[in-house]
Structure formats: structure tokens, C-alpha cells
């Protein structure tokens, strides 16, 4: 069964510092990966996303992910956070190997202090 | 274009009684997917339609959850006798295509609550 956790319920940073959200995952086969940010009372925004290829990905408002086999890790990273980042974070995988649906981890609360 | 959207936005119910949830996905978009998110946890997969072939029913919890779709358009959550362990959002989305790694994009939500 595949499956995604992110370690951390809340990541708090201060405006302008570089922030990361941590993700890891298990799939059978080759992972898809993707990651969400959740506004409050909104739905899931995609943010980016890895099929193949370059490890760093680049995705929407700024944010990177990138994709570690070895660690089966996919970090969600932005250079310089701003107080508007604050929002709820998801990681979702889906192995190549098989049928499989979309898995969610539990989500990360990023607050950016002013 | 428009995005994927839900109706009701929320839904206050009794204990008991059924309700109806509703989603129109992005135009052209052949999959369909409902999720549920419970307070301070992930989405939970309830059920996904592609295109006119058997819907996969396997993240149902129980019997009383149903859900339909007609061709490529619109879908009805139906949950009966609801129960107050049934109240959370309720996320519908969509992709166009089925392959495993299009994105799906997300509708805002039906938030309900049973009483």
C-alpha cells in the first residue's frame, strides 16, 4: 500500500526567511508526486508537481519541490516566505506499479509571521 | 475557464436524514474523483468515475454513500441516514485524463455538518 507522511503538523517561519515543508513517501514503482495548498474554507490549489526528469521542480507563487529517490523524499522549499504562504499544505503520491488513487498525507500547517 | 465547482458551499442536516451533494467538474475533463477531508486530517478517497466505464466504489465507508455520475458531467454524492461521524468537507475533482500522473484540480468544497 502506498502512503505519505509529513512529519510536521505546523512549520512556523518568519517572513523573508526560506521555509521548507517536509514530505516523504512509499509506492510501489516509480512515485507521481504533487503538492497542494489549502486557503481556509477553499479548496486544494495544486501547486507542482513530479512526473519525471529534473529532481527540482518548479511550480505556482514561487515554490520548488525536490525529489530524492534514495530519501523518498519530495521537500516543498521557497527562497523567501511571505505572510500570504500562510495556508495548509498537502503531499499526495501515486505509484506507477498497478491501480492506485491519489494519497494524501495529513497536511502541514505553514504560518509566516510577519 | 471555470474551475470545479460544489453545491451546497454548506449543509447543516439531522441525524438521519439524507442528503445530496453536488459537483460540476471542468468542462472536457473525463475523470472525476470525491474526497473526503475530516477535521485536522488528510483527504480520504471515496470514489472515482472515468468516463463511462464502472466507477471505483472502493473508498466508500459504508452502504449509505453512493454516488452517480451521467456521462462526462455532472456528480451526485449521496449520503442516507446521515450520522454525525458523516460531517466534514466533502471535495469533488476533476482531470482530464485518467493516467495517474495528470493533475486533478479541486472544487471548493461542501462543508457538512449533521446535527
Known amino acids: 500500500a502506498q502512503s505519505v507522511a509529513q512529519p510536521e503538523d505546523q512549520v512556523n517561519v518568519a517572513e523573508g526567511n526560506p521555509l521548507t515543508v517536509k514530505c516523504t513517501y512509499s509506492v510501489s514503482g516509480n512515485p507521481y508526486l504533487f503538492w497542494y495548498v489549502q486557503y481556509p474554507n477553499r479548496g486544494l490549489q495544486f501547486l507542482l508537481k513530479?512526473?519525471?526528469?529534473?529532481?527540482l521542480v518548479k511550480g505556482s507563487y514561487g515554490f520548488e519541490a525536490e525529489f530524492n529517490k534514495s530519501q523518498t523524499s519530495f521537500h516543498l522549499k521557497k527562497p523567501s516566505a511571505l505572510v500570504s504562504d500562510s495556508a495548509l499544505y498537502f503531499c499526495a503520491v501515486r505509484g506507477s506499479s498497478g491501480y492506485s488513487t491519489l494519497t494524501f498525507g495529513k497536511g502541514t500547517m505553514l504560518l509566516v509571521s510577519p | 475557464g471555470a474551475g470545479v465547482s460544489q453545491s451546497p458551499s454548506n449543509k447543516v442536516t439531522e441525524k438521519g436524514k439524507d442528503v445530496e451533494l453536488r459537483c460540476d467538474p471542468i468542462?472536457?475533463?473525463?475523470?472525476l474523483y470525491w474526497y473526503r477531508q475530516r477535521l485536522g486530517q488528510g483527504l480520504e478517497f471515496l470514489i472515482y468515475?472515468?468516463?463511462?466505464?464502472?466507477?471505483?466504489k472502493s473508498g466508500l465507508p459504508s452502504d449509505r454513500f453512493s454516488a452517480e455520475r451521467t456521462g462526462e458531467s455532472v456528480s451526485t454524492l449521496t449520503i442516507q441516514r446521515t450520522q454525525q461521524e458523516d460531517s466534514a468537507v466533502y471535495l469533488c475533482?476533476?482531470?482530464?485524463?485518467?493516467?495517474?500522473?495528470?493533475?486533478?484540480?479541486f472544487g471548493p468544497g461542501t462543508r457538512l455538518l449533521v446535527l
Open positions: 513530479y512526473i519525471t526528469g529534473d529532481n
Open positions: 468542462s472536457g475533463h473525463t475523470a
Open positions: 475533482a476533476s482531470s482530464l485524463y485518467a493516467p495517474k500522473q495528470e493533475t486533478q484540480y
Open positions: 468515475f472515468q468516463g463511462n466505464s464502472a466507477p471505483d
